[in-house]
């Protein structure tokens, strides 16, 4: 199987196109499914947060894959616990330190009822 490609979401952001619609800022749970033991991933910014939401019967976990920074360091977050019906959320992460070499941020979860909304924050001059 392939890595679960995951779509970025993006809010509105401070100047919506008015009147705001119904349904215009609703974001999508997206499951880890068949990939989830290939891990996901999408292309990063710097400007991401992750949403992760657990439907499985038990505690889950989720790892984040990192890479070495400017400072030769590395430190993936590793077997991070989600509880039964809990939402967590990461980020954002720099790229440096996180990116891997297709410009993507990798992390896996070991259930196919874990979820994900990957939510890019808009760029505030």
């Given at each position: 199987?392939?890595?679960?490609?995951?779509?970025?979401?993006?809010?509105?952001?401070?100047?919506?196109?008015?009147?705001?619609?119904?349904?215009?800022?609703?974001?999508t749970?997206?499951?880890?499914?068949?990939?989830?033991?290939?891990?996901?991933?999408?292309?990063?910014t710097?400007r991401?947060?992750?949403?992760?939401?657990?439907?499985?019967?038990?505690?889950?976990?989720?790892?984040?894959?990192?890479?070495?920074?400017?400072?030769?360091?590395?430190?993936?977050?590793t077997?991070?616990?989600?509880?039964?019906?809990?939402?967590?959320?990461?980020?954002?992460?720099?790229?440096?330190?996180?990116?891997?070499?297709?410009?993507?941020?990798?992390?896996?979860?070991?259930?196919?009822?874990?979820?994900?909304?990957?939510?890019?924050?808009?760029?505030?001059?």
């Open positions: 199987m392939a890595r679960l490609a995951l779509t970025v979401q993006e809010p509105c952001g401070s100047y919506p196109t008015l009147p705001l619609t119904a349904s215009a800022e609703d974001f749970w997206t499951a880890s499914g068949a990939s989830f033991a290939d891990g996901a991933g999408f292309t990063m710097g991401e947060l992750i949403l992760v939401r657990n439907d499985n019967a038990g505690a889950q976990t989720i790892t984040f894959s990192s890479t070495v920074d400017a400072y030769n360091r590395d430190g993936d977050i077997a991070y616990s989600i509880g039964i019906s809990e939402y967590a959320m990461f980020g954002p992460f720099k790229k440096d330190g996180w990116v891997q070499a297709d410009g993507k941020l990798y992390f896996a979860v070991p259930a196919a009822d874990v979820y994900f909304a990957i939510v890019r924050l808009p760029q505030i001059d």
